[in-house]
């Protein structure tokens, strides 16, 4: 079965420095998330992407995240300049052609800034 | 803004009874509730989803329903396991665009 993987599944940064959360969504799926969860809440929508650009982006997405798709396969989220704050579980989704089909989640990449 | 509540926060239930949990959305042209099992330190997974169009879905042990006029939708566990411990949560997502916004998760116990 089809899965969404990402790279590395933990990451530990020094505040200030910058990240990139690497994901592979499912092959033939056209759109791409990214979403985070501080420990023990609920999920948090950050930003979408759909045919090379960003559909939708939250407040949380600031200007020191950005996202790109620099090949076929690879979707990533970067973050410039991280802070304590950004410390979380971040997940990668994908979903099909047509708006009302099920999003998969990749395992996570846990990110620890310190 | 758009928003998504969920309730309980926690439940404990002995393996055998049922479970419910409850969601209540804000945006009315949200068109598609999925709910995610997540067990602890790993990705949510989806176990059942029911579009606007549709007042109920069964799988199993597993239903959901949903109330398009009250904004509620509802997802029911019959016969629960020991394995069904885990976090569950609702979400919903607008018609216009295609993010999930989740309900806060409710904490599933089921004690054996």
């Known amino acids: 079965e089809p899965e969404v993987t990402q790279t590395p599944s933990h990451q530990v940064t020094q505040m200030g420095q910058e990240v990139i959360l690497r994901c592979v969504p499912i092959s033939n799926h056209l759109y791409f998330y990214w979403y985070r969860q501080i420990l023990g809440q609920k999920v948090e929508f950050l930003v979408s992407?759909?045919?090379?650009?960003?559909?939708?982006k939250s407040e949380i997405f600031d200007d020191q995240f950005s996202v790109e798709r620099p090949d076929g396969s690879n979707f990533t989220l970067k973050i410039r300049s991280t802070k304590l704050e950004d410390s979380a579980m971040y997940f990668c989704a994908s979903s099909g052609l047509w708006t009302a089909t099920e999003a998969f989640f990749g395992q996570g990449t846990r990110l620890t800034v310190v | 803004g758009e928003n998504v509540e969920q309730h309980p926060s926690t439940l404990s239930v002995q393996e055998g009874d049922s479970a419910v949990i409850k969601c209540t959305y804000s945006?009315?042209?949200?068109?598609?509730f999925p709910w995610y099992k997540q067990e602890l330190g790993k990705r949510p997974q989806l176990i059942i989803d029911?579009?606007?169009?549709?007042g109920e879905k069964k799988d199993q042990r597993i239903a959901v329903t949903l109330n398009k006029t009250a904004k509620h939708f509802s997802l029911h566990i019959t016969e629960t396991q020991p394995e069904d411990s885990a976090v569950y949560f609702c979400?919903?997502?607008?018609?216009?665009?295609?993010?999930?916004?989740f309900g806060t998760g409710t904490l599933l116990a089921v004690q054996p």
């Open positions: 992407f759909y045919n090379n650009e960003i559909s939708e």
């Open positions: 979400a919903a997502r607008h018609g216009a665009t295609n993010k999930l916004i």
């Open positions: 945006d009315s042209a949200s068109n598609y």
């Open positions: 029911i579009r606007s169009n549709v």
